[in-house]
């Protein structure tokens, strides 16, 4: 059974492009989150998604990011404009099912956002 | 304040020796505690997690939590070189399954 998958796992875009990021779960994972974490800091929640819904996006900046996860494919974390301020590692996670108890989340390798 | 409080370290202990990490949290309705070990430029992976106060054992690694004062410890005994790596403790905040991450401490084991 794979892993949780993310790619790019480098990503390079200047001032102003768009920064498009992919997450697929562990097989039979319907959660995902989006993570970021700053050089020197720890992780901080983003989004978090089941198959079609956007359950909680409070981590989420207001503008220029937003976050997916369609019926067929991956989670897409897709960030509009960059700033060099978006430069971070980017993590996925995703488990098997929320409940109402602890879930263990599995995250990717991460994805290494740099912004020229 | 910060909900979840780490000394980002970075730590240098020799091998063999027993290390301890720590944490403090603010709000007293946690109940899960998480500890993460982060190798360089990989993902976190799960080490062990207690709910409540006390202790639980795997192993070369210990997790204590004591609620009373909000903190929450992470032991390694006979530590070698490959327990080199960011270690993060991680509150589970209820509800959404989200994950409140403190900083992460740096340990490096030299032989």
């Known amino acids: 059974n794979a892993g949780v998958m993310q790619n790019p796992r480098h990503l390079v875009r200047r001032r102003g492009q768009e920064a498009r990021l992919r997450c697929s779960p562990m097989k039979g994972h319907s959660h995902v989150y989006w993570y970021r974490q700053l050089p020197e800091e720890g992780l901080k929640f983003m989004v978090y998604?089941?198959?079609?819904?956007?359950?909680?996006e409070s981590g989420m900046p207001k503008e220029r990011f937003s976050a997916e996860f369609p019926k067929e494919g991956p989670s897409i974390l897709r960030i509009q404009q960059v700033v060099r301020g978006d430069s971070a590692a980017y993590f996925c996670?995703?488990?098997?099912?929320?409940?109402?108890?602890?879930?263990?989340?599995?995250f990717g390798p991460g994805t290494r956002l740099t912004v020229l | 304040q910060k909900e979840v409080e780490q000394d980002p370290g970075p730590l240098s202990v020799p091998e063999g020796a027993i290390v301890s990490l720590n944490c403090t949290y603010s709000?007293?309705?946690?109940?899960?505690f998480m500890w993460y070990r982060q190798y360089s430029r990989k993902g976190p992976e799960l080490l062990m997690y207690t709910y409540s106060s006390g202790n639980k054992e795997d192993g070369r690694f210990t997790a204590q939590v004591d609620k009373s004062s909000k903190y929450i410890s992470l032991f390694i005994r006979d530590s070698q070189p490959s327990d080199s790596a960011t270690y993060l403790c991680?509150?589970?905040?209820?509800?959404?399954?989200?994950?409140?991450f403190g900083a992460g401490t740096r340990l490096a084991v030299h032989p």
């Open positions: 998604l089941q198959k079609e819904n956007i359950i909680d």
């Open positions: 996670a995703s488990c098997e099912d929320r409940g109402f108890h602890l879930d263990t989340q599995y």
């Open positions: 709000n007293s309705a946690f109940q899960y």
């Open positions: 991680a509150i589970f905040s209820g509800g959404y399954n989200k994950l409140i």
